[in-house]
Every structure is written in structure tokens, then in C-alpha cells.
């Protein structure tokens, strides 16, 4: 089945920091790709919807400055949660979709960041 | 509310079937899904179905989905203790295509 690919699995890192985070598809190309964020026992949240080669919808509420979103190849999308502080501390899911939106999307295994 | 609405919990013996329930409120709705997810991880699609569609069986998993009532239900023959996990039911409509409204989330306990 399709892979998604996602890097890294688990950061910790001190407030102030900026982490990047990765979301590849191993196997597809994926023309839009989607980044959820998921706090415990809860549901997922879509915080933007990344299109290749260009500018990233965000969804209302998040912050395009906080969350930067790059989408430069059929393969691969990034995060960088810029100036992290404790209260970006989450799980972080991407997801990729194939051109044919018949097909279902298929998800990266999250990366959960920890802000100190 | 949620567009998408699943109940938060169900026990079920080892050996049984489990039937997980959703309904939905957008009558434009395209695709369904089933997605699992276990503890740390990200989320694993187990099936979809096609809005045209009332039935879909894939091995151990049949999805039954009833348009006139917006409700899908998942059900698991022969439940394993690996299909403990959280549960999730997904939409995708037309006027938001490829995104997806997911429910909240049906925590599974399997029992042995």
C-alpha cells in the first residue's frame, strides 16, 4: 500500500527553538498534502492544506507565521513550527493525496514535539 | 457540533464482532473511511467507500453505509486484541475536495 514517510518521530527541544518537521511520500506523487495536529484523546485538526508549488491554505485560527509550510516537490512537504513554545507542544500528522482524489489519502506515523 | 459523530467507546470480547457507528450530516459527502490508530502512531486506513455504494466487505472488516439515515458502521468479524485502538470515521464532500471532516473517535477495547 501507499507510504507516507514522516521525520522526525519524536523531538524535544528548548522554548524558542524552531523544529522542522518532514512529510515524504515514498511511493506516490502527491499533489496536496494535509497537516493535522491531534492534542491527547482527541480528534484531529486541520491546520493547512499544502498544494505543490504554491502557497499553503491555512485553515482559520492558525497561525501562517507560527506554522510555515513548504510544498517544493511531488514528494515532499515540511512544518517548521517557528519559536516553539510549550503550547505548540502536540502530535503533528501529515497526510498526502494523490492527483486522483478518488484515491484515499494516506498518513505519515505523526511526530510528536515536545517544547520545554 | 461535530459534523461527523461516533460514540467514544466500545468493549468487545475477544472473538466477537465489533460494530463501530457514525453518522454524518452532509449529504454531499463523496467518500467515506475508516482509519485506526494505536497508541503513538499516526493513522492506518482500513477502507473507504464510494457514496453509491451500500455495502463494502474487505476480509475481517464490512462496512454497511445507509445514505437515507447519513450512517456508517464498521464491523469487525472475529475481534482480535491487536484491534484495540482508536477508531476513526471520515468524510470527504465535494464543496471540500480531498479534505477530510473527521468524528471524534471510537476508543476499542478488546477483551480476552
Known amino acids: 500500500g501507499a507510504v507516507v514517510s514522516q521525520h522526525p518521530s519524536w523531538v524535544i527541544c528548548k522554548s524558542g527553538t524552531s523544529v522542522k518537521i518532514e512529510c515524504r511520500s515514498l511511493?506516490?506523487?502527491?499533489?496536496?498534502m494535509f497537516w493535522y495536529r491531534q492534542f491527547p484523546k482527541q480528534s484531529l485538526m486541520l491546520m493547512a492544506t499544502?498544494?505543490?508549488?504554491?502557497?499553503?491554505?491555512?485553515e482559520q485560527g492558525v497561525e501562517k507565521d507560527k506554522f510555515l509550510i513548504n510544498h517544493a516537490s511531488l514528494t515532499l512537504s515540511t512544518l517548521t513550527v517557528t519559536s516553539a513554545h510549550p503550547e505548540d507542544s502536540s502530535f503533528y500528522i501529515c497526510?498526502?493525496?494523490?492527483?486522483?482524489?478518488?484515491?484515499?489519502?494516506?498518513f505519515g506515523d505523526g511526530t510528536r514535539l515536545s517544547i520545554l | 457540533g461535530e459534523d461527523v459523530e461516533q460514540s467514544l467507546f466500545l468493549s468487545v470480547r475477544e472473538g466477537d464482532s465489533s460494530v463501530i457507528n457514525c453518522t454524518y450530516t452532509?449529504?454531499?459527502?463523496?467518500?467515506l473511511y475508516w482509519y485506526k490508530q494505536e497508541p503513538g502512531a499516526g493513522l492506518q486506513l482500513l477502507t473507504y467507500?464510494?457514496?453509491?455504494?451500500d455495502m463494502k466487505q474487505d476480509q475481517r472488516l464490512t462496512v454497511l453505509l445507509n445514505k437515507k439515515d447519513k450512517h456508517l458502521s464498521l464491523r469487525i468479524a472475529d475481534t482480535q486484541t491487536g484491534d484495540s485502538a482508536i477508531y476513526f470515521c471520515?468524510?470527504?464532500?465535494?464543496?471540500?475536495?480531498?479534505?477530510?471532516?473527521f468524528g471524534a473517535g471510537t476508543q476499542v477495547v478488546v477483551t480476552p
Open positions: 497526510s498526502a493525496s494523490p492527483w486522483d482524489k478518488d484515491q484515499p489519502q494516506h
Open positions: 511511493d506516490f506523487q502527491a499533489t496536496t
Open positions: 499544502s498544494n505543490e508549488g504554491s502557497k499553503a491554505t491555512y
Open positions: 452532509d449529504s454531499s459527502s463523496t467518500y
Open positions: 467507500i464510494f457514496s453509491n455504494m
Open positions: 471520515a468524510e470527504m464532500t465535494t464543496d471540500s475536495w480531498g479534505k477530510l471532516q
